[in-house]
């Protein structure tokens, strides 16, 4: 590793940002370099200016992509570098307001029981029962699970931030049952071990990238045509109580959510929601006299 990228790395600790956004800021910062074949620090604003030309004109890079290469390209070069260069200012990636995918309650119930695999099954029912992250459900703990108070302490989630949410009470015993099978002491979901090693010896959990695959493989045994991934599966969470009857701020809790604005947009996503509204106007409206 360079001593530019070591520097950059050691900043990004200090600043308490997560290890994925860290590998997304470097990857922006080597996708810069590969374009000019020089190291970034010998560019100037105004290479970089082409650059963001480039990216929004000639590759067309979605707005996401552009916001993740416009915040590594800053932190790099004010806080790694110490330039302030008003450029960096003046990009703004559009601003966009796409509405997730939800799968109505038969369909997560049809591609969970396309899963085979322990493991992934109840690893993925618990991110659904739970309206978990992925990499919160993958990293889930033993000592995590309240069965007294049938709660799951959600620990280092997105901010830092930890939380409690609900423990299903149809969940908690196909856990005990999971759990029976390898009796990890710490990982709830323990990657499979090699050479015929006990499960109990596992030295992390399953990983991120095998969870995603066993879902994509379900949702195409299971022949529902929405583009779900494992993270459908929160929204999916969130819409399903928003319906039951659930208010939006005991819903933003359950999330973690910072704005109660982040949770609001699941209300675009339900008929029944909408349907209830407008009986109650009516009810309000009834004795309107115009």
């Given at each position: 590793?360079?001593?530019?990228?070591?520097?950059?790395?050691?900043?990004?600790?200090?600043?308490?940002?997560?290890?994925?956004?860290?590998?997304?800021?470097?990857?922006?910062?080597?996708?810069?370099?590969?374009?000019?074949?020089?190291?970034?620090?010998?560019?100037?604003?105004?290479?970089?200016?082409?650059?963001?030309?480039?990216?929004?004109?000639?590759?067309?890079?979605?707005?996401?992509?552009?916001?993740?290469?416009?915040?590594?390209?800053?932190?790099?070069?004010?806080?790694?570098?110490?330039?302030?260069?008003?450029?960096?200012?003046?990009?703004r990636p559009p601003h966009e307001e796409k509405l997730p995918v939800v799968l109505s309650p038969a369909e997560v119930q049809r591609i969970l029981s396309c899963l085979h695999t322990w493991?992934?099954?109840?690893?993925?029912?618990?991110?659904?029962?739970?309206?978990?992250?992925?990499?919160?459900?993958?990293?889930?703990?033993?000592?995590?699970?309240?069965?007294?108070?049938?709660?799951?302490?959600?620990?280092?989630?997105?901010?830092?931030?930890?939380?409690?949410?609900?423990?299903?009470?149809?969940?908690?015993?196909?856990?005990?049952?999971?759990?029976?099978?390898?009796?990890?002491?710490?990982?709830?979901?323990?990657?499979?071990?090699?050479?015929?090693m006990p499960p109990t010896t596992a030295t992390q959990p399953i990983s991120v990238s095998s969870v995603q695959k066993a879902f994509r493989a379900a949702r195409e045994a299971s022949g529902?045509?929405?583009?779900?991934?494992?993270?459908?599966?929160?929204?999916?969470?969130?819409?399903?109580?928003?319906?039951?009857?659930?208010?939006?701020?005991?819903?933003?809790?359950?999330?973690?959510?910072?704005?109660?604005?982040?949770?609001?947009?699941?209300?675009?996503?339900?008929?029944?929601?909408?349907?209830?509204?407008?009986?109650?106007?009516?009810?309000?409206m009834h004795n309107l006299q115009w």
């Amino acid at each position: 590793m360079s001593k530019l990228r070591q520097r950059m790395f050691e900043d990004m600790q200090l600043r308490g940002l997560a290890a994925k956004t860290q590998q997304a800021y470097v990857g922006a910062v080597q996708q810069l370099a590969a374009f000019y074949g020089r190291s970034p620090d010998n560019l100037n604003e105004a290479e970089l200016r082409q650059y963001f030309l480039y990216l929004k004109n000639e590759k067309h890079v979605s707005a996401s992509s552009l916001r993740v290469a416009l915040c590594g390209l800053k932190f790099f070069y004010e806080r790694t570098l110490g330039r302030t260069w008003p450029l960096l200012d003046l990009v703004r990636p559009p601003h966009e307001e796409k509405l997730p995918v939800v799968l109505s309650p038969a369909e997560v119930q049809r591609i969970l029981s396309c899963l085979h695999t322990w493991c992934y099954r109840m690893c993925l029912s618990t991110i659904y029962g739970c309206g978990l992250r992925l990499r919160e459900g993958v990293e889930l703990t033993v000592p995590a699970l309240d069965s007294e108070r049938m709660l799951v302490h959600v620990q280092h989630g997105k901010g830092a931030k930890d939380r409690y949410v609900p423990l299903p009470a149809s969940l908690l015993p196909q856990l005990r049952h999971y759990w029976c099978r390898h009796r990890h002491p710490v990982w709830l979901f323990p990657a499979r071990t090699r050479n015929g090693m006990p499960p109990t010896t596992a030295t992390q959990p399953i990983s991120v990238s095998s969870v995603q695959k066993a879902f994509r493989a379900a949702r195409e045994a299971s022949g529902v045509q929405k583009p779900a991934t494992v993270h459908t599966l929160r929204h999916s969470y969130a819409t399903h109580l928003l319906e039951a009857g659930v208010s939006l701020r005991v819903i933003q809790a359950y999330l973690g959510h910072r704005s109660p604005q982040t949770t609001a947009r699941y209300t675009h996503l339900t008929r029944q929601v909408e349907v209830l509204a407008v009986e109650a106007l009516n009810r309000v409206m009834h004795n309107l006299q115009w």
